[in-house]
């Protein structure tokens, strides 16, 4: 089927309306939280005894800033393993983050920073921002190459929405802990993500397979974005846990299960290849499932030999999807996933889960030291009744919840992103960078076989 | 006109000459402030309040990083979007800021951190360094391919000295608030650039003109350097705040501007193209204007949608910019502007002067709080009779200063550099690495059809 | 000779063997320390004059990701400078670090955090395990695109061993300062690097020799590693310096040695060129040397103008290795050493041990005030009797140490990795990934001339 491309009127109009929502928005209700504003200074008592160190920033900005380079740098690179679609990895990527973060610190702020009648921002909605954007990244990772930055816009408006909705029964109504987002971020923006692209099912895609793979440098750039969500990730488990020994132990596990991860996946890859050698794609994806499956289960007493144990498995259970899960859910399912989001994020999001609930419900004052129990779990407040077993309960609710939600939304979305009029790409046209950018001139007359038909206005 | 360009004792004895005399002056004059000297542990005082978290470089450090990053990645990346001068891009870029930083310590240090005979060191020196030499590399971005690195390391030696008197102006004589540098770095470090390459005018630029454009992995290495200066631009505004909320803040509004900036770039790029296709030049520098454009600002009560209203414009002015005034700025008034840093950083800066001296003129002890409007704008020194207004003015006549000093002394060193010995490239050589470096085996036969006439000596 | 480099059960045996055997360790030996445990917070003690911040992690964590990006992205992309071993420099050296910090942990964790039964691991073992790795990481750039995975591995294994028993001995027996590594990290992973290359030394190497270059964009991707490598080096030998003014101190000395080494490797790399021309391979690796040779002496007073000798020195030496050692110790002493450590790492890292003996020897209570000297070297401990020249001798000793451990070290692992059934790759078929990695298609045709004879498992 042939669409029209041309986004000259669409993609601005978007971008615009969008840009201009989100200012009034902002201005009606954000302000800035105690910690940003000058009355901070007023605020913090006797002042032989606190000091300026006190302030949110210097316990999360050094974290922020990591996740930040895993959302942009990250994500963005970690698609650019496509031979000729390094521009819209990147470029859109940036897009829908930068739409993304702002529409986040509103309906996260709403849900959860809303006091007398305003958004109270400080780092840590910023954070939390770039967290949810990151389940849109996820997602994106199942559609790359298939759609339209308008559609990609539109997608990032809904699942924003979504994922806050999901995030506030989690965290809020059910008292789950997932301070790196296994549920919340991996496993919904997976299982969201590959829902859309099963509505989108392109039948004809075989069409742009010769474009469908890497060329040796484009598999480098990959990997810039593999190393810094590899290196960055302890950051991101441990970016919003409570300050103190709950941050710290946070990175540790996180630290540990991504070495482990790096050896089982470097082992099955080579496994299973008749000569022995090693797959790129393995090297690039499952070495990071091992950060997904601590998200839940970092910041709690995992002990380091039990995160190891996770990564362990996740190495091999990622690198098995990519071998024999992935081209399954194609040929069975019509379930297109361009890069692999199901080994990367869906499983490893499951078992993230489960390993959370397990934890946590084999969580005693023995670990934890009676006050620390009570505190970690917030088992002090009016969770006064609650025990280990019951938070463990509660965490396995979350993942079906958050299943739940990515399934419904996830088909909603699809069905409103299948329009007609949003700009995709042909089938014969997909991870081609030239339907939408204006390209180098070596390339101007090489690459794209078929760029009359798809650029010029569809005949109406 | 052919200009020898065997640098063989030229660049030596340049480096050497400068590195010889930077160690003499660093021996002389340069010692450790206290909170880098042993002497710290006695210094603190009753230590049961005190804590060695309270050493500047805990507050300072991280975002110091993030700067440091900024400069040589970010910088450097960014302008390897040209084809065939990669090399000299990244590296260049690498020599003038690793000479520049030397020089900015001494420099700034006579201005700012000398006391009882010695200028003394810490990590907020090492910041204002970077700060200081980003200036340079901004103005390294409008000649771009068209100079000698003789010629590179002279320009950082005076720019350097310009931009430490001009801060000195600003900051210390006319008490302008500019912590992200909007005047001091960006507006003069572009207009200083910008007349530089005026006097440098070449008339035969045109010859180069195919090498003046990208290839398509040259682009992304270019998104490494935008996305490296766009994701820590937050810090490169906050690093030298005050303590606690100010830093806060900066680091907040910051984030806001540059996020809508990128929305608003993509929606002009695609709709100033006629079939609505995105440029990579856009993506690679408007996106960024925002946060120039809240450099001055950023500190102050500018609020979250105020951000996100400069962010907008910004967006918008740089991508016009991109799209019709450098062409007119070339043709028109033989102003040749490599990478376009008008648009990414003298618009956005004089915006950014603009917004600042208006945020200021606002600021009242209702929005402050009377204890923090004193403290921050310093109203409790000896400005004690100055009032937000008056604050107002003064930033304001620091845009006029900075933009007279760049002028004044972008002519002085154009002229400076003008002179035939320094090595430059011929018109026809321009923008090409093998001019000044040993090239990879692939490239030696291929690209550089008159290496000759270049390289050999010119004819006396 | 060909051997059998199919390594299809092998490689992932050996993976699988080795983190099986982490785990277990893990099990039994491996716990939090109390600053990452839920009992801290009972443990700070009067809560009113104590902090969040007072936890290990925020004086530790900023510096641990910077130094974690050296190592994987540092050393990863450095070594990506050869045409067509891309995949093999960032991944091998991904395997080799991810099962090298675990083992570090446990090595270093039973000499240095073992208490009551258990090592107890907290951010600064985290650091500590990637300086261990680190000095892994500057081994495999001696024997580059000559090895196959396996061997690195084992070399691994071995290497950090050797590493933390040389470390004991110097940290903890001799009571040497090595912050930053000089001696332990640099003079021995290099003199271990180049004994291992010298015991497996190959005749016939010249037949891969037109592989064992650069092209244009492998230079760039270098260049990301050079430049985060140059960047962070001041966190590096700052990461585990006491509180306080040491560590903002070693910041400082490393950022003004490695400015100065920029402009001295610049000056003699085109004053060494006939034509005056830049070597990429100088910019990409004598510009770090500075970083290496203050690793030892950063902490301490080396003044900034000392620094700036020490890179200014450093910068020479390491171009100069670059153009006539390496040639020599090729040609002469039969070492093979792909990326030149023995100039960025090995002299360097003499040059640094020196210094750091000198500077020791040299501090005066004059100097570091009577309080700061005897808390900076330790002499109010059991140390009592010493004084600054007895310091500076055991320094002196540590070299020595570091020399002869390295020398018998890689004697002895060079000579088990000569043994025939590693899976090395044939001497014309080094420096190329496709004998380890599935290519690209565009590859898979061209490159591999002698595919067949290598890949196919060898005759018997």
């Known amino acids: 089927m042939i669409w029209n491309t041309n986004l000259r009127w669409r993609l601005p109009v978007t971008c615009l309306l969008l840009q201009v929502a989100l200012v009034v928005l902002f201005g ?26 006190e302030n949110e920033f210097y316990y999360r900005y050094p974290s922020f800033q990591d996740v930040h380079v895993m959302i942009f740098v990250g994500f963005g690179f970690l698609m650019t393993f496509l031979q000729r679609y390094g521009y819209s990895s990147v470029g859109f990527n940036f897009l829908l983050a ?119 440098h484009s598999d480098l750039f990959a990997m810039i974005g593999t190393l810094f969500l590899w290196m960055y990730w302890p950051s991101f488990n441990s970016a919003v846990s409570k300050h103190g020994d709950a941050q710290h132990r946070a990175a540790i596990n996180t630290y540990c299960s991504l070495a482990a991860c790096v050896l089982t996946s470097v082992a099955l890859s080579s496994a299973l290849h008749k000569k022995g050698k090693l ?29 190891l144990i996770v990564g362990f498995i996740c190495g091999i259970v990622s690198t098995l999807g990519f071998v024999y899960l992935t081209p399954f859910l194609e040929s069975q399912l019509r379930i297109q996933d361009t890069c692999g989001i199901h080994n990367l994020h869906g499983l490893p999001g499951i078992i993230g889960a489960i390993v959370g609930a397990v934890t946590a419900s084999c969580a005693s004052a023995k670990v934890y030291g009676i006050k620390g ?88």
Chains 1, 2, 3 share one sequence.
């Open 373 to 460: 129990l009570a505190s970690f779990f917030g088992f002090d407040g009016f969770k006064t009744s609650w025990d280990s077993s019951m938070q463990g309960k509660f965490q396995a609710a979350g993942l079906f919840v958050s299943l739940a939600i990515a399934l419904v939304g996830g088909i909603i979305v699809g069905v409103i992103l299948k329009l007609p009029f949003w700009g995709q790409p042909a089938d014969e046209n997909c991870f081609e960078d030239s339907v939408y950018w204006e390209m180098p001139e070596e390339l101007k007359s090489t690459v794209l076989h078929p760029e009359d038909s798809t650029l010029k206005p569809a005949e109406p």
């Open 98 to 216: 930068a739409f993304g973060i702002q529409w986040a610190l509103l309906m996260q702020g709403w849900f959860h920073s809303y006091k007398e009648g305003y958004i109270r921002l400080g780092v840590e909605n910023l954070i939390n921002a770039d967290f949810c954007v990151g389940s849109v990244c996820v997602a994106f990772g199942a559609v790359l190459g298939k759609v339209s930055p308008v559609q990609l816009l539109i997608m990032t408006l809904f699942q924003v929405t979504l994922f806050s909705v999901n995030e506030f029964i989690l965290l809020s109504l059910l008292e789950v802990k997932d301070a790196g987002g296994s549920m919340t971020i991996h496993t919904f923006g997976a299982y969201f993500g590959l829902t859309v692209t099963w509505i989108l099912y392109r039948p004809s895609l075989h069409q742009s397979k010769e474009r469908q793979s890497s060329v040796y």
């Open 28 to 53: 009606v209700f954000v302000r800035y939280d105690l910690d940003a504003d000058p009355h901070w200074i007023g605020s913090q008592g006797d002042e032989n005894t606190t000091s300026d160190m």
């Open 279 to 307: 797959d790129m794609v393995h090297i690039q994806n499952a070495t990071l499932a091992g950060g997904v499956a601590v998200g839940t289960a970092a910041e709690m007493m995992l002990m380091p030999y039990g995160s």
